[in-house]
């Protein structure tokens, strides 16, 4: 059966799937170390299986391919969810997993450059969206097709430099360029409370096109990456809403979730409560 954005049932089944892998692998990694920024990561698998596995052009076995299209990951502590896609996709292996976090990997709390697959460092928030603004006007400029598609949290939207990127990705109709906008309402302490609302009109204003979707809703997501294809002279913004810890209760419940750091009996409550909620099963 066809979907109104003109993807099948089956294929959203199976980004479905994918996204549930990518929550596995979170939280295979979050368990190994005892801690992670896993909840956040648990919210963005749907957008990023979405791009990884419907959107983006790519090939892992060619992660430096110039007609590639480009994720940025500005919010560098989102890592987690980043490397459980790139393994997923074939950049890295799963191997490494249990290296999460630890002194001298590959794979650290907040991403590093130094993986196949990782467009920029991330850490210092607010600088993923100018860069990604950059990239796409060198691919305009180069007469490539690829886009550029770059995720920015809500506690990004309170870093003037991301305001600025917003500002000269309209002025110089970047329309290869789309903004994923994670607002999970929370940042370090807690709830999100400076007046950021109404993102979508602000973002709107700067003149950009935008959409506002429940970030958690394969179907909504797949329907709104493929509106961004247009080329209209201006930039696309997805507002994403999405719950922290999507797809385990116990997380999705917790008031402060921004680091997690609990036992090992805890992670294996965690995996059961993912598992009963897997993609085609019936949680009891
Ligand atoms: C420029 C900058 N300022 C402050 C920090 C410290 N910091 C790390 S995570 C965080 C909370 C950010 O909230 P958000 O980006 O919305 O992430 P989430 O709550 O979804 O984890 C802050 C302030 C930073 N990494 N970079």
Redesign the pocket.
């Known amino acids: 059966m066809m979907t109104a954005s003109g993807v099948t049932t089956t294929d959203i089944d199976m980004l479905r799937l994918r996204a549930y892998d990518l929550r596995v692998a979170m939280l295979e990694m979050a368990a190994g170390k005892g801690e992670g ?1 896993v909840a ?1 990561g648990l919210g963005m698998a749907d957008c990023l299986a979405a791009l990884y596995f419907h959107e983006m052009h790519h090939d892992p076995a060619n992660p430096d391919w110039d007609d590639r299209d480009r994720f940025l990951l500005s ?4 890592s987690i969810a980043m490397y459980a896609v790139l393994a997923e996709a074939g950049y890295l292996d799963r191997a490494e997993f249990p290296s999460y976090g630890l002194n001298g990997s590959r794979l650290p709390m907040s991403t590093f450059d130094d993986l196949p697959g990782l467009e920029i460092v991330g ?4 600088q993923g969206l100018g860069q990604a603004v950059g990239m796409a006007l060198g691919l305009r400029l180069d007469g490539r097709e690829a886009r550029v598609f770059c995720e920015v ?4 939207l309170q ?1 003037g430099s991301t305001w600025e990127a917003l500002m000269s990705g309209a002025t110089f109709g970047c329309d290869n360029l789309v903004a994923l906008f ?1 607002c ?1 309402g ?3 302490d807690g709830p ?1 409370h400076v007046q950021l609302e109404p993102v979508l009109d602000k973002i709107s204003a700067f003149g950009w096109s935008s959409i506002e979707i429940n970030g958690n809703d394969m179907e909504a997501l797949v329907r709104a990456l493929e509106v961004s294809r247009v080329r209209d002279g201006k930039p696309k913004a997805i507002i994403m809403r999405t719950q ?1 810890g999507s797809g385990v209760p116990t997380l999705e419940k917790r008031e402060r979730a ?1 680091f997690v750091r609990i036992t090992d009996e805890e992670w294996q409550v965690m995996r059961d409560e993912l598992e009963a909620g897997r993609p085609g099963a019936t949680r009891g």
């Open positions: 920024y956040q919010t560098g502590h989102y850490g210092s928030l607010g949290s809500d506690g990004e870093e994670d999970n929370v940042q370090a999100v922290p921004h």
